[in-house]
């Protein structure tokens, strides 16, 4: 009978031992499972991590090398040259940041550049995706031509900025006649103030110009009598008021028109 126990108890143990070494290549499996599936998720996360950081390195390329976005100077649109800016002076500040990438290219520097260009008063820039750039000039107009030493003229614009320079009498422009030197600088101003004051159409029939004085601005019109204008003070009534009298009965075959006191205007034959 003792026998039999001892067999009986071997058998036992070496079931348990069976099974226990089944639980032990289950959990072995599933562990290894485990492991694979925990390298699997690792590689697709550097996969994407790589798809990112490739997909980056693309679009850096892009915008900064590629010439997908690269500035191409036929492609740029600019308006408002006016009378004085050369287009070429223009084309050149423009030409200096050809193939640059529109993304990196600064437009409010490129308009500090232009507004350096002879002529130009103001510059915008705006960025016409993906190669171009449209540009707005604000020129600055000659309003009056002064003599200058050299015999010829200096063309001002209405802040007495010269924009240009003439051999000859210009045509279109009246040719002012003040006090030379930098004491008498106010007196030129209140000239171009008057001048920038005026309707185009009024200021077109302007000949000459002269002033000794702030106060005393004086012009002959073109096919026209001589007209005292004063200051600059109340320059647009004085315009207003020389239209209504021009086109007036009165003053046909009128020598002088005195606007210096606008409301109390006066027209003389002789």
Do not use: C
Request: no cysteine; proline share 5%; glycine share 8%.
């Amino acid at each position: 009978m003792g026998g039999a126990l001892r067999r009986g108890a071997a058998r036992g143990t070496s079931a348990a031992s069976d099974q226990l070494g089944n639980v032990t290549h289950r959990l072995q499996t599933r562990l290894k499972e485990r492991a694979a599936a925990q390298r699997r998720l690792s590689a697709l996360v550097w996969a994407r991590r790589a798809g990112y950081v490739a997909i980056a390195a693309l679009l850096g390329w892009v915008v900064l090398a590629s010439p997908v976005l690269a500035l191409d100077p036929t492609q740029v649109e600019v308006t408002g040259y006016g009378t004085v800016v050369d287009a070429e002076d223009v084309a050149a500040v423009v030409a200096t940041h050809e193939g640059q990438s529109l993304a990196t290219l600064a437009s409010s520097g490129l308009a500090d550049e232009l507004r350096e260009v002879p002529g130009v008063r103001d510059a915008t820039v705006e960025r016409v995706w993906p190669r171009g750039l449209v540009i707005e000039l604000t020129s600055r107009e000659p309003v009056a031509a002064v003599p200058n030493e050299d015999g010829g003229f200096d063309l001002l614009d209405a802040e007495a900025t010269r924009v240009g320079r003439s051999k000859k009498t210009p045509e279109n422009l009246p040719v002012v006649e003040v006090p030379v030197g930098e004491e008498n600088q106010r007196i030129l101003d209140a000239v171009l103030a008057v001048m920038n004051e005026m309707p185009v159409k009024l200021r077109d029939r302007v000949r000459d110009v002269s002033a000794t004085t702030e106060d005393t601005v004086t012009f002959v019109l073109r096919n026209g009598p001589e007209v005292k204008w004063g200051s600059a003070e109340d320059s647009p009534l004085k315009a207003k008021v020389l239209e209504v009298l021009l086109a007036s009965e009165e003053a046909k075959g009128a020598v002088e028109i005195d606007v210096s006191a606008p409301t109390l205007p006066t027209v003389s034959d002789a």
